[in-house]
């Protein structure tokens, strides 16, 4: 079974301030997705990286996929109480074909007005 | 329209009773998967079919089991619940989770509290 580790567990920040989520792991990933989860719901898709190196922006999200496809990081610019909620990156790693997403414990983000 | 749909959203229940979980998709998405998301947040899987077939099933205790009677509707059924099922289970579902790297996007559904007392 692959790991993927996340950090911070819990983030508690002022709305305004810049915050940055880390999710890493010993295996080479085929591609990596970030999710977000509000209470009651499930998750949704925000991206998906495939290429080392690779860099997506959604809005005031910055996401960036390692150079090796061993971590990625998520960064908000500015972040706005909608932000709150569960950060889930989820990899999907090689040679164990596609069928299966390992997804991190992840990261609960308030943000407070 | 919802894409993703489980019923029932909660679920109490007493200890060995027998309980189904029932999940749809209108996305005509090949994929169908059982998650279990515990009260810590972890998300693991626990099957997945594709097409109507047993592709994944993770270390599952055999009391559960799931049925795909088409490729749009996989139920999960529960026999002789215990305390350490109580969790909240999530159904989703991909186009294909037979194709490499970034094809596989789950969509999820809501999600299903069970709580067994």
């Known amino acids: 079974t692959q790991l993927l580790e996340q950090s911070p567990q819990f983030l508690s920040i002022q709305e305004g301030e810049n915050l940055t989520v880390y999710c890493n792991s010993s295996?080479?990933?085929?591609?990596l997705q970030w999710y977000r989860q509000e209470p009651g719901e499930g998750p949704v898709l925000l991206v998906t990286?495939?290429?080392?190196?690779e860099v997506k922006k959604l809005k005031r999200l910055t996401f960036q996929f390692g150079d090796a496809r061993k971590d990625s990081s998520l960064h908000i610019t500015a972040a706005q109480p909608g932000d709150t909620g569960l950060y889930l990156c989820?990899?999907?790693?090689?040679?164990?074909?596609?069928?299966?997403?390992?997804f991190g414990k992840g990261t609960k983000l308030s943000v407070i007005p | 329209d919802t894409a993703v749909s489980q019923t029932p959203k909660y679920l109490v229940t007493q200890m060995g009773n027998d309980k189904s979980i029932k999940c749809e998709q209108n996305?005509?998405?090949?994929?169908m998967y059982w998650y279990k998301q515990d009260s810590k947040k972890f998300l693991k899987i626990m099957f997945s079919?594709?097409?109507?077939?047993?592709?994944i099933n993770e270390t599952v205790p055999n009391r559960f089991s799931p049925k795909s009677p088409d490729k749009a509707h996989l139920n999960l059924h529960i026999n002789s619940l215990e305390l350490g099922d109580s969790a909240v289970y999530f159904c989703?579902?991909?186009?294909?989770?037979?194709?490499?790297?970034?094809?596989?996007?789950?969509?999820f559904g809501a999600g299903s509290r069970l709580t067994v007392l």
């Open positions: 079919y594709n097409n109507k077939e047993l592709i």
């Open positions: 989820a990899g999907t790693y090689s040679g164990a074909g596609s069928y299966q997403l390992t």
């Open positions: 295996s080479v990933f085929s591609s």
């Open positions: 996305l005509g998405h090949d994929t």
């Open positions: 990286v495939v290429t080392g190196g």
């Open positions: 989703a579902s991909s186009p294909s989770g037979g194709r490499p790297s970034g094809a596989n996007v789950l969509t």
